[in-house]
């Protein structure tokens, strides 16, 4: 995914569109872009055809208003499937991406075959809920390099950063690169809006994917199976020994979960096959 191969929407939105299938749509997280995806794009284009984009406020696409709310980044979405000529997707968050499809699927449903859920949050407790806070308050003082530090220890582990330090250097520029008024608008949905839809999550009846790292701080387990109780079709799934950036730091498990719950959804019978014969 080089910036050279990325395309604009109309309406500015800027995107990758990777592979020949059934389309499979991946949102990134607060304070970083649709390179994130890489990995999972060279992986998930052989069988799908995979579109990844910048959120509102994220890489070239245009800020968020002032007052948004996780519906305008779901409406986003909405508009470039249109522009695509997509009339459904299964869509895959990770984070904010995460808040963003649950957004997605509670305004736009009859758009969604599936979805994915990575590495998110719900219903904070309130330790975690001043934790972020916090944070969020560094960052309307100080920019995008708040606490960018800290985000990547959280995100990573000692041995990753250690051994790929180049990487880290990548999202660490990634995320103090932002727009700072972008930055803060989704910063602050992400860390105020762990309660999206909540009442209203019975609602999504497609196949849903949730899953996070286990040692995850900030999207935990807890997080991902009380999620997964309030949707009717859901499975959750705990990435052994990971942090919060699983994408990046666990490409290759993250990619054998998502082709599994991707062939599921798309191709049961075969799924059906090989699990019988294995």
């Known amino acids: 995914m080089q910036p050279c191969d990325a395309k604009m929407s109309s309406s500015g939105t800027r995107y990758w569109r990777s592979g020949v299938g059934a389309p499979v749509v991946l949102i990134h997280g607060v304070g970083l872009d649709a390179t994130m995806w890489q990995a999972q794009v060279d992986a998930l284009a052989d ?32 508009a470039l499937m249109d522009e695509l000529e997509i009339a459904q997707a299964t ?72 051994a790929y330090p180049d990487r880290i250097a990548a999202i660490r ?9 972008g930055y803060y608008r989704s910063y602050a949905l992400f860390g105020t809006q762990d309660r999206f839809g909540a009442n209203d999550l019975s609602s999504i ?25 309030n949707l009717p079709n859901a499975h959750v799934h705990i990435l052994a020994g990971q942090r919060h950036m699983a994408p990046l730091e666990a490409a290759d498990e993250v990619n054998r979960l998502l082709l599994g719950f991707l062939g599921k959804v798309h191709y049961p019978s075969t799924q059906e096959q090989e699990e019988t014969l294995g």
């Open 205 to 229: 009846n497609v196949p849903v994917l949730v899953a996070t790292g286990e040692l995850d701080p900030g999207s935990t387990p807890h997080m991902a199976k009380e999620l997964a109780r």
């Open 47 to 78: 069988h799908y055809d995979v579109i990844a984009y910048d959120m509102l406020g994220h890489g070239e696409s245009p800020l968020p208003k002032e007052d948004a709310s996780l519906d305008d980044y779901a409406d986003q979405l909405c």
């Open 91 to 162: 869509v895959i968050g990770f984070s904010m991406g995460g808040l963003v499809a649950r957004a997605f699927a509670l305004r736009h449903l009859e758009r969604l075959r599936a979805m994915g859920v990575l590495s998110s949050v719900f219903n904070r407790n309130e330790q975690q809920r001043s934790g972020v806070q916090q944070r969020l308050s560094q960052t309307r003082e100080q920019g995008p390099s708040a606490n960018v530090e800290g985000a990547l220890e959280r995100w990573f582990s000692p041995a990753f950063r250690a």
């Open 173 to 181: 520029d990634c995320v103090t690169q932002n727009h700072p008024d």
